[in-house]
């Protein structure tokens, strides 16, 4: 009778154990399953947190940018010319560029990893070159080279270009142009490219920019860089 006894409590022990292990299982499946909720619901979180923030810092550089392009884009008045009630309006273009600047690269400064941000650097680049201080839009334009916008990093390496041939370097312009001209960009469009670089060639490779200023005409007819082509071919040919 004992023996039958201990049997079935043994049978019942067992019966409890497998309970007890499989409430434990079912406990620590739980248990991280809630860890994994929690983490998930944490990242979302932060995902929706970072986006609504950057949404509300790109709207900020925004309105910035727009306020500091008025003054870039402000009119240069004649002599004797009224000002527009309401509008922006410089008499020296040199104070222009100045004011501009000055408001572009305080937008660059405060809001630099967003699109606003961006166009505002490249625009103080431009201010500055307006301004004859090329070093320092150069310094601008590095920053933009480097970064991760693919289309922002074409106009930097335009203007890099531009700058090259400003200061006599016209050897260190030509490779750019010739790299911008197969990189597919938007913004910096091929024929415009391709007119920049065919000046530079005239005077070293007359041969090859009137190879370009051709090619522009065939693939891009009846447009205003077809047109500036053309002229170019007529201020080459006394030289050919």
């Known amino acids: 009778m004992s023996e039958h006894i201990s049997r079935k ?38 995902y929706y947190g970072w986006k609504i923030y950057n949404e509300r810092q790109t709207a900020q550089a925004q309105a910035a940018l727009d306020e500091a392009m008025k003054i870039f884009n402000a009119q240069i008045l004649l002599p004797g010319q009224a000002n527009l009630p309401g509008e922006i309006s410089y008499v020296n273009p040199t104070q222009r560029s100045q004011d501009a600047e000055v408001r572009l690269s305080a937008v660059a400064a405060k ?17 500055l070159m307006d301004l004859d201080k090329l070093n320092q839009a150069s310094e601008e334009l590095k920053t933009l080279q480097n970064g991760s916008d693919k289309e922002m990093a074409a106009l930097a390496n335009f203007q890099q ?66 047109d500036e082509a053309d002229r170019g071919l007529g201020e080459l040919a006394p030289q050919s």
């Open 161 to 226: 270009a531009l700058i090259a041939e400003r200061t006599g370097k016209s050897e260190q312009a030509i490779p750019i142009l010739r790299a911008l001209s197969n990189s597919g960009s938007i913004l910096v469009p091929k024929p415009l490219v391709l007119l920049e670089l065919a000046g530079i060639l005239r005077h070293s490779n007359p041969k090859e920019a009137t190879s370009l200023y051709e090619q522009i005409k065939k693939d891009y007819p009846n447009t205003a860089v077809a």
């Open 111 to 127: 809001f630099p990893g967003t699109t606003p941000g961006r166009m505002a650097r490249y625009y103080s680049a431009i201010c």
């Open 9 to 46: 409590e043994l049978k019942h022990d067992r019966v409890r154990e497998s309970i007890e292990h499989g409430a434990e299982a079912v406990l620590s499946h739980t248990r991280i399953a809630s860890v994994v909720l929690l983490a998930g619901i944490v990242l979302l979180a932060g």
